[in-house]
């Protein structure tokens, strides 16, 4: 099987080209765009981490033939992935909460705190808040991550369907739906009675192994294999979707996520995954 190694980020140049081809002891190189290199038949991966690593640069080897088209299904999840922000946040920004629960998110996302009981106390933070507060946050501080239409448009041009998944709200995840051009989505109902937030989330919570429950039912009602999917996720609450996918990506992602993921993405946008598999 031969290997290509994909480099990406801001700071590749020409000294950083040269001498990873001599490090991956690459057969040719081929600079793809201004920031991503693919050097060709590689014949070793010594070294190439750690220069990586320190030079500030993605790094992903991967089989020469792959392309996009050979999968047929990406999940990914929403906040500080999909999108800059993590939603919840935000709207407890406007009850100057913001670092309250801004500290327990981080907490949650790093696998510190069980999920559920953290969104519970996070949600009940929110309580009396009106619904319009959230419209708020969607215009004027959601935004999408570098690179997210472009990878979105190659997906679509390749018939892959899209699943966006999120211990967030459906609030955001129907409208990014919308928006997008998504196929599916599952995320959380904030309950709302009068025009205000009760503090309670409606149903079941949407957790890591809820996300991955039905990213994996998603797979079988295609009928596709595993190998055939992606999955893009930054917390610990993905780490469950992430094992379930032929192909996991930490997209500018905690420790614990990098270090089980497939590829990271660190330095660069989501239209990284192109770089990758070309498409």
């Known amino acids: 099987m031969s290997l290509d190694l994909v480099v990406q980020g801001p700071a590749l140049d020409a000294r950083h080209i040269e001498r990873l081809a001599a490090l991956s002891g690459a057969t040719d190189v081929d600079k793809t765009s201004p920031s991503a290199v693919r050097f060709k038949s590689v014949r070793t991966r010594e070294g190439v981490r750690n220069y990586c690593e320190h ?17 047929r299904l990406l999940a990914m999840d929403m906040d500080s992935t999909l999108v800059t922000i993590e939603c919840i946040d935000e709207i407890a920004d406007l009850r100057g909460l913001k670092s309250e629960v801004a500290t327990v998110t981080a907490s949650a996302m790093r696998g510190e705190i069980d999920f559920p009981e953290s969104l519970r106390r996070r949600v009940a933070l929110l309580k009396g808040l009106e619904e319009k507060a959230l419209q708020q946050v969607y215009d004027e501080r959601l935004s999408l991550s570098a690179g997210a239409e472009v990878m979105l448009d190659a997906l679509k041009r390749n018939r892959i369907r899209t699943l966006l998944v999120s211990g967030g709200f459906a609030f955001f995840t129907e409208r990014l739906k919308q928006r997008l051009g998504l196929d599916y989505t599952l995320s959380n109902e904030l309950e709302v009675v009068d025009g205000k937030l009760t503090g309670r989330v409606e149903g079941s919570i949407v957790d890591g192994k809820a996300k991955a429950a039905r990213f994996r039912s998603l797979i079988g009602e295609l009928g596709i294999t595993r190998e055939q999917a992606i999955a893009l996720g930054d917390g610990a609450n993905d780490l469950p979707m992430l094992a379930e996918a032929g192909v996991s990506v930490a997209y500018h992602a905690k420790p614990a996520v990098r270090a089980r993921a497939t590829y990271c993405l660190d330095h660069v946008g989501l239209d990284g995954l192109l770089a990758i598999f070309p498409g």
């Open 55 to 71: 030079a500030h640069l993605d790094h992903a080897f991967v089989e020469a033939a792959r392309r996009l088209a050979d999968f």
